[in-house]
């Protein structure tokens, strides 16, 4: 089992920058991957950002050059490093976790990210 904490979350004006956290915490579970999707109101839920074994790092175009995923495999924790937020950057974040395996997915209770114009 895999339980999952965000933090970080919050109001920002545009131009502005925050840093979400997630810590997982696994039981029997080898964790291959963590990453952060979000939803805004009215629309799908979406990758941000996603780091492979602790090294392969994809971003969502929307966010390429802004944000930046990092995370350390020892700990099982994830960052994202927001910068140079946007009033469309406004959605509530999800950190998920991927176990090796089973490649089941863990998904954490979400924080939200409104950043004003």
């Known amino acids: 089992q895999v339980h999952l904490v965000e933090s970080g979350g919050g109001l920002v004006q545009a131009g502005g920058s925050l840093r979400l956290s997630c810590a997982a915490s696994?039981?029997?579970?080898?964790?291959?991957?963590m990453g952060w999707y979000r939803q805004a109101p009215g629309k799908e839920r979406e990758l941000v950002a996603v780091m492979l074994d602790g090294r392969i790092a994809n971003y969502a175009e929307s966010v390429k050059g802004r944000f930046t995923i990092t995370s350390d495999v020892r700990t099982n924790t994830a960052y994202l490093q927001m910068n140079n937020l946007k009033p469309e950057d406004t959605a509530v974040y999800y950190c998920k976790a991927q176990s090796s395996g089973w490649r089941t997915d863990y998904w954490g209770q979400g924080t939200q990210v409104t950043v004003s114009p």
């Open positions: 696994a039981t029997r579970v080898i964790i291959r991957s």
